[in-house]
């Protein structure tokens, strides 16, 4: 098994007291080298005849990982060791987002119209129109990320509180990367009905609802009754957003390796909310070889107690994930560490696309299999073709909010991964490049662009 690279995710801030003498940072630098540690940037802090004082920025891949480096800086005579932090720990300190007044309030004329009596003039138009509270509140602009911590991330379980970081980050990148005033609401409860109308009674606020970290098969029953009984886009980023970015590195690696979505066979390795909606969307992109697996093997149809979502996806063949990847062009897997070999990998058809998306171990190491796959994309940031949802649902509530769209479809969801996908010119286009970077500013309008242009082909859009 490799080792895992060093990464963000587990950064340290290490404050030292060095001698000032020639070689001494070295040994600092080498002590880390030794261990595996990656190093980032070194500040100096104070220099005197005697001593400098520098803060280090060090990268590990676990844990258990940035303590033997610490170890081992402490370890080197005449190192004195000033402060230790874990610099994701004290980025999440207080809290990642707060509010922000949009008018500076600086005189009681000011306070008279933005709050009291003024307001209520505001108050009065909206209820004699309910459609000015689109255009005189945050409505049209505000999104509530609801959870109910019963998935968050690959870690299960954990309860509204322990989900709460992970709706903050996902807050921060709606305002980062659409301008997107999003909001997170981690629910203390896990029944359905409950949560169903919970947010239905929220959303005279809100434009939009991001559903987040909710377990399968709840989660597909609490999306398809929101849908029906609101006229707002509701959206489970864990299944659409991770369907569409899929979709769109699919139709890159397609392209390299000269096939056709429609004559291809896809093995999808887990059958919770990303792998059945990307079966989903695979389906409506006309891909018609698609084979679902989950722990016990191919979801075939002669498996008892299936959920409705599985028996929609079942197919005639049996047997275990090893059997369905002899012969198949592409494996997409939202599952587990460890779970494809190399011999698996060299059964598939020539020129296999492999997306081994589980995190932070994905289902095959990409290092032990760069001989054997045409394509590898994973979900982590620290190798080619990184899979993020963050590509997806920015673009996708900007266009849908600005378009005031009455609900969300899956030809928008194909639309936005078209449109992802298109980002990557072919004069760019390689195996290690099929995904454009969170960070191309280009994203968010061309995906929005695409969803009201196929909100209002459905007639779903009000603008």
């Known amino acids: ?49 005697k001593i400098t004082k520098r803060e280090l920025h060090i990268d590990a891949s676990s844990t258990e990982h940035a303590e033997r480096i610490v170890q081992a800086i402490k370890s080197i005579p005449e190192i004195k060791v000033l402060h230790i932090s874990d610099r994701t720990f004290d980025i999440h300190r207080g809290g990642k987002i707060h509010i922000q007044n949009r008018i500076h309030i600086s005189s009681s004329s000011d306070l008279a119209m933005a709050y009291t009596p003024g307001v209520g003039r505001i108050c009065r138009a909206i209820a004699d129109n309910p459609e000015n509270v689109f255009s005189l509140t945050i409505k049209s602009n505000s999104i509530a990320i609801v959870t109910d911590g019963s998935a968050v991330l690959g870690l299960g379980n954990l309860g509204p509180e322990a989900a709460l970081p992970v709706m903050e980050g996902k807050a921060m990148l709606f305002k980062e990367f659409a301008n997107i005033d999003a909001f997170p609401v981690c629910l203390n409860t896990q029944d359905v009905e409950e949560i169903i109308q919970t947010v239905k009674n929220m959303m005279p606020v809100f434009g939009g609802v991001n559903l987040e970290d909710i377990a399968a098969p709840r989660c597909f029953e609490i999306e398809r009754r929101l849908q029906e009984e609101l006229d707002f886009p509701i959206f489970h980023d864990d299944q659409h957003g991770t369907a569409i970015v899929s979709i769109a ?25 990303a792998g059945i909606a990307i079966a989903r969307l695979l389906q409506k992109a006309e891909c018609h070889g698609i084979i679902l697996c989950d722990s016990k093997g191919i979801i075939s149809k002669d498996r008892e107690n299936l959920t409705p979502e599985k028996q929609s996806l079942a197919v005639e063949q049996k047997g275990n994930l090893k059997d369905a990847l002899v012969g198949a062009d592409v494996f997409i897997g939202v599952s587990a560490p460890k779970v494809v070999t190399r011999d698996m990998i060299r059964s598939m058809a020539k020129d296999p696309i492999v997306f081994a998306m589980a995190n932070p171990i994905p289902e095959i190491q990409p290092e032990l299999i760069q001989d054997d796959a045409a394509v590898i994309a994973t979900g982590r940031s620290d190798y080619p ?41 072919p004069t760019v286009l390689d195996k290690e490049h099929i995904i454009p970077s969170v960070f191309d500013e280009r994203i968010v309008p061309t ?17």
Request: with cysteine; glycine share 6%; hydrophobic share 50%.
């Open 1 to 49: 098994m490799a080792e895992l690279t060093p990464n963000p995710s587990f950064s340290l801030t290490v404050k030292l007291e060095l001698l000032n003498r020639a070689g001494t940072l070295a040994k600092v630098t080498q002590a880390i080298a030794d261990v595996g540690g990656s190093l980032g940037e070194v500040l100096l802090i104070e220099r005197s005849l």
């Open 249 to 273: 590195a699919l139709i890159n690696a397609l392209k390299l390796v000269k096939k056709e979505i429609s004559d291809i066979k896809v093995v999808i390795n887990g059958a919770g909310a």
């Open 385 to 425: 073709n990184q899979i993020n949802n963050v590509l997806a649902f920015p673009g996708l509530f900007r266009g849908a909010l600005d378009c005031r769209a009455k609900t969300l479809t899956t030809e928008m969801y194909l639309q936005a991964a078209k449109a992802i996908a298109s980002l990557v010119p």
């Open 447 to 463: 995906v929005a662009a695409a969803v009201q242009q196929a909100a209002r082909e459905a007639g779903v859009a009000r603008l």
